[in-house]
């Protein structure tokens, strides 16, 4: 079983570069969400797609997009990097509707902002 | 607001010792808990949740936690401690009327133990 991949697991940009981070998951989890984790600060919310076509913003949504067109896919954009976006990305699957449900996470892409 | 406290950095304990790393949390009505652990270079794994019931929640590898409602605690508990249970441990909460399933997560407690 896959559970959910990320790629790339590295990635050095440069202020103002673009990128995709991608996120897939083989579950048929329908809630799939992005998580940054910074230092002494634990994760943090980004975006948060509760099936296909359906996205919404989480606590920290500035400077991403997100899309969903499938099931097992929700890819995150960068528009314009920023330092401040250097960080380490989770992404996270679990059935929708149960919110007692536990997190699937990938095991993450570090990201450096020159 | 929601919120997650981890009030220590770093807790240390020698092998075969028992341990417990802390979680307070404060959220209105009554919330679902969770405990995470991440290695390094992985994501993060789940141990074990409480959601309704026993306040004692057993979970993967020998660890349990208690959930306090009147001290707004769950810490994470442990008999007896393994050399590869070192790692970062995320203590997590969710309020089950928020649609959005976000999780609040604490700051992370690193875990090191000693042979």
């Known amino acids: 079983n896959a559970g959910v991949t990320q790629t790339p697991k590295f990635q050095v940009l440069k202020t103002g570069q673009s990128m995709t981070l991608q996120c897939a998951q083989d579950m048929n989890h329908e809630y799939m969400s992005w998580y940054r984790q910074d230092p002494g600060m634990g994760l943090r919310l980004i975006h948060y797609s509760v099936g296909a076509g359906i996205t919404d913003q989480g606590e920290v949504p500035n400077g991403y997009n997100v899309s969903r067109s499938t099931t097992e896919d929700f890819p995150l954009r960068l528009l314009s990097a920023a330092p401040s976006q250097t960080s380490v990305y989770f992404c996270?699957?679990?059935?929708?509707?149960?919110?007692?449900?536990?997190?699937?996470f990938g095991s993450g892409t570090q990201l450096s902002v020159l | 607001a929601q919120s997650v406290a981890q009030p220590e950095d770093q807790v240390n304990v020698a092998e075969g010792n028992p341990l417990t790393v802390k979680c307070t949390y404060s959220?209105?009505?009554?919330?679902?808990l969770f405990w995470y652990v991440q290695y390094p270079n992985r994501g993060l794994q789940f141990l074990l949740k409480y959601i309704t019931g026993d306040n004692l929640v057993k979970g993967s590898y020998g660890f349990e936690a208690e959930f306090n409602k009147s001290q707004t605690s769950f810490h994470l508990k442990k008999p007896s401690a393994l050399v590869s249970d070192s790692a970062l441990y995320f203590c997590?909460?969710?309020?089950?009327?928020?649609?959005?399933?976000?999780?609040?997560f604490g700051s992370g407690t690193r875990l090191l133990v000693r042979p």
């Open positions: 959220v209105s009505g009554n919330p679902y």
């Open positions: 997590a909460v969710r309020d089950p009327m928020d649609s959005s399933y976000k999780l609040i």
């Open positions: 996270a699957s679990s059935y929708r509707g149960v919110p007692n449900e536990k997190l699937f």
